[in-house]
């Protein structure tokens, strides 16, 4: 089939400075490749885009929008590499074009002024529930000296192979706060008793002591 370039153009205009003005009751104008076919393009609110191409829409109550679009994704270059790609399901890798099913996959560091996480399980305030069952000191032990790390945790080969979800590894290790608060409130509970116990034992043995007088 024959390739050609097309601009499908409804009222624009080329300014001075080369830039394409569209008047603002304009359907749009786009430049792409097609193949002399309908199914290389599709319409979206009410306008023909092309599954290779770029332009510009009006879409009602919005200002003019801008599409860049392709069939089988996009990559972005610069400097003669490849910098960031979105997949045909829109998947984004960044530094990637392995995003390993993720929406969002970045091949180096991030920084972010704040970052929110939904989790769509239980926040472990299911800890301080009276019916919740709190793993005694003993299992503890045992399950680190079988397993080499905390219950529910998961292991540094594990982490290695797999990552960690930020989400989930949060209300994992609140988790295990939440449980260490708890026995931090039983051995005051035990070391006030048994200061008790001492100070009843020290008066026992003043008393003693005056009578042995």
Request: charged residues 20%; proline residues 4%.
């Amino acid at each position: 089939m024959r390739k050609y370039l097309f601009l499908l153009c409804l009222g624009f205009g080329i300014t001075a400075n080369a830039q394409i003005d569209m008047p603002q009751n304009s359907p749009g104008i786009g430049l792409g490749v097609t193949l002399n076919s309908s199914a290389f393009r599709f319409t979206y609110s009410g306008f023909p885009v092309s599954h290779y191409g770029l332009g510009w829409y009006n879409e009602p109550g919005l200002d003019p929008l801008g599409y860049l679009s392709g069939y089988g994704g996009l990559r972005f270059f610069t400097a003669g590499n490849p910098r960031m790609y979105i997949s045909t399901v829109g998947n984004v890798g960044v530094g990637t074009s392995d995003t390993k099913g993720y929406k969002l996959a970045v091949a180096g560091n991030m920084i972010a002024e704040s970052v929110t996480v939904k989790l769509q399980g239980a926040w472990p305030d299911y800890v301080f529930a009276k019916d919740y069952k709190l793993p005694s000191l003993k299992e503890t032990e045992q399950h680190i000296k079988e397993k080499g790390h905390l219950q529910g945790i998961p292991s540094a080969e594990e982490v290695k192979s797999n990552g960690i979800d930020l989400g989930e590894m949060n209300a994992k290790l609140l988790k295990k706060i939440e449980e260490l608060t708890l026995y931090l409130i039983d051995q005051n509970k035990l070391i006030q008793t048994q200061q008790k116990l001492l100070e009843q034992q020290q008066k026992s043995i003043e008393t003693i002591q005056l009578k042995l007088k």
